[in-house]
């Protein structure tokens, strides 16, 4: 059994050889690499950043979205020894140039000139010797005008030019110096062990500066191995994978195909990810609760769109859906009279939503945030399964995960193997096993802060653990709103009420030491602009925020939220942000956590201006 993530790469590629082990659109349609391509072009990579002067145990950035060449790059890092360092694409300068620099990478790998254009610059430039681009072009939105422009390499600063190299050029350098890089890449492939770092992934922090999370061989095989087995994953499965690479879920699932030799496909955008999943037809899929929230209520609005006969029948085959779903997840039987009339709602309805993600799903993964029961609920009604898991960067990713035979909505599931918990006296969950990092990078006192003397690591979100060893998470152990009537409120829970109307897209409550909560909310555009169309409104954000009419039907969404809420968590009163909150203005995180501290700071004026008076139930500013 393979101990490090070189040799079951190796070892995967020996067995599956020509069998699909990539997917990726190109020139209008799916292009397959095999197991033995993917191994030669890595390998390739690797003797390429021998040549260059890349030893073992040197830092390897990637500063890409999810794509083919991301794990090509990765592996091909891995093979010669390094340690890869992901970027979230998604970063400013400043951020990506510190991690750059924090980490002490030697080598980048970037997708593009606006990525490069990143790196161009200041303290980390300086230290880069080698940046490989995967493309040449890059298109995107001009600020200065309502076109689209395009970059070329070439338009890169002079200097930044004589380091840069683009993939395919640097792929054909290691082909060319393979023979004579052939014995220090053997050993440098066989002189990795299990507790030699593979990657330093940095949080994306919702306070201060991100840390990098320093974590080993050992800790992916154990992941990846208890992952495997949990998801019951073979050969015969295969994945759309949409999830940035700079996250630990998207990484694992990526690499536990090296386990199962799977294929993985990649979505070619965020936008096209329900296209392509009706084109792949994946037997499975991760993302984030933001997408399976978004396709829910989309559902609902087409149902309405097709006229009130139309929603009626749409709305009974979910009654009945969700009815048979409850039922056979106690292990109940059917009644006959209900089979049959789930028969007929899952010809007319429920069938029309799993063919979005193709007849082949077997189940998709949702992490990074809590799923909505009413979301779980609505999907498990339509047929399609969803497993929650629970992790964190500093756990490899999943210590919990729920099963296609053993998931209950609000749960994570039970501990995978290996993996040790603990409830803390005031409620934080603590962790124990193979998967816990080998700590922070360069940060010894921040890593003794949550890994104890006994090797428990402090998760700092709050849960529960019932007789079955099933774990729910209840909160963040630092974000409880204390008001001053003495009430602790979770804000996840009450944001997350808050965004499952169409209107609301993001939601921040806020209450701290106040008599009561208050929220601050952003808007949804494509159902916004579609009331605004449909009541012969301007489609301006800035416009609708101030529309009495308009507002009063964002008063009515976060009305029918507070009725789910105890009366100390209702919101009371709402204010709405023009835009949506930003990651280059610190509000959010890559993975589109809220930094709370950061948000409240910015925004304190307009969350204070909530408070003169409490009259309304929802009152709005």
Not at 339 to 364: C, I, M, N, P, Y
Not at 502 to 528: C, F, M, N, R
Request: a negative charge; glycine letters at 8%; charged letters at 25%.
């Amino acid at each position: 059994m393979a101990t490090d993530l070189v040799q079951l790469f190796l070892a995967q590629a020996r067995v599956s050889g020509h069998r699909a082990a990539l997917r990726e659109r190109r020139g209008g349609g799916w292009v397959s690499t095999s197991w033995s391509e993917w191994s030669a072009r890595s390998h390739a990579i690797a003797a390429a950043l021998i040549d260059v002067g890349v030893l073992a145990g040197d830092r390897v950035a990637i500063l890409s979205k999810t794509r083919q060449a991301w794990v090509e790059a990765d592996l091909g890092a891995l093979l010669a020894g390094a340690v890869t360092v992901p970027i979230y694409p998604s970063v400013p300068a400043e951020q990506a140039m510190y991690i750059v620099a924090d980490s002490g990478a030697k080598v980048a790998f970037v997708e593009d000139p606006l990525q490069l254009d990143k790196l161009v610059g200041d303290h980390a430039w300086s230290q880069l010797t080698h940046l490989i681009v995967f493309d040449e072009r890059a298109t995107h939105d001009d600020p200065s005008s309502d076109a689209r422009r395009t970059v070329h390499l070439l338009e890169v600063g002079a200097e930044a030019r004589g380091r840069t190299t683009l993939l395919e050029e640097f792929i054909a350098r290691g082909r060319a110096a393979a023979d004579t890089h052939e014995a220090e890449l053997a050993a440098r492939a066989a002189g990795v062990s299990p507790d030699d770092l593979a990657t330093v992934l940095y949080t994306s922090g919702t306070s201060g500066a991100p840390k990098g999370v320093m974590l080993t061989h050992a800790n992916f095989i154990a992941e990846i191995d208890a992952v495997a087995e949990r998801m019951k994953l073979g050969p015969g499965d295969e994945q759309l994978l949409f999830l940035p690479l700079a996250h630990v879920f998207g990484r694992i699932l990526e690499l536990a195909s090296l386990k199962v030799g799977c294929t993985t496909s990649f979505a070619e955008s965020v936008a096209r990810v329900v296209d392509d999943l009706g084109e792949v037809r994946p037997t499975f899929f991760g993302s984030v609760p933001r997408l399976f929230e978004r396709i829910a209520p989309t559902g609902a609005a087409r149902a309405r769109a097709r006229g009130a006969l139309y929603e009626r029948g749409f709305a009974w085959g979910f009654d009945v859906g969700r009815e048979v779903a409850a039922l056979r997840r106690q292990g109940a039987r059917v009644p006959l009279q209900l089979e049959l009339q789930h028969r007929t709602a899952d010809k007319l309805v429920l069938s029309q939503v799993r063919a979005l993600f193709g007849e082949r799903l077997r189940f998709a993964l949702s992490g990074g945030a809590p799923l909505p029961v009413e979301v779980g609920e609505w999907f498990e009604a339509a047929g399609v399964t969803i497993l929650q898991g629970y992790g964190l960067t500093e756990t490899t990713s999943a210590t919990h995960l729920s099963t296609e035979d053993c998931h209950e909505h609000g749960r994570v599931g039970r501990a995978l193997s290996g993996v040790e918990t603990r409830i803390e006296d005031d409620g934080e969950v603590l962790v124990r096993g193979p998967s816990v990092m080998k700590g922070y990078w360069r940060r010894p006192e921040a890593t003794c802060q949550v890994i104890d003397s006994d090797g428990w690591f402090h998760t700092g979100d709050i849960g529960e653990l019932d007789a079955r060893g099933v774990l729910r998470i209840t909160d963040r152990k630092k974000e409880l709103i204390i008001t001053s009537g003495g009430k602790n409120v979770s804000p996840q829970n009450v944001e997350a009420r808050l965004t499952r109307g169409p209107l609301v897209s993001q939601a921040v409550a806020y209450g701290d030491g106040k008599p009561h909560i208050v929220a601050l909310v952003t808007l949804d555009e494509a159902a916004a602009f579609a009331w605004a169309r449909a009541h012969d409104r301007p489609a301006s954000i800035a416009v609708l925020a101030h529309d009495r009419e308009f507002r009063r039907e964002v008063e009515a969404e976060i009305s029918r939220a507070n009725q789910g809420l105890a009366r100390f968590e209702a919101v009371r009163a709402f204010a709405i942000l023009e835009r949506p909150l930003d990651e280059a203005r610190g509000e959010i995180t890559p993975t589109l956590k809220l930094r709370r501290r950061a948000i409240h700071e910015q925004h304190r004026a307009l969350f204070e201006d909530l408070y003169p008076s409490d009259l309304l139930p929802a009152r709005s500013r």
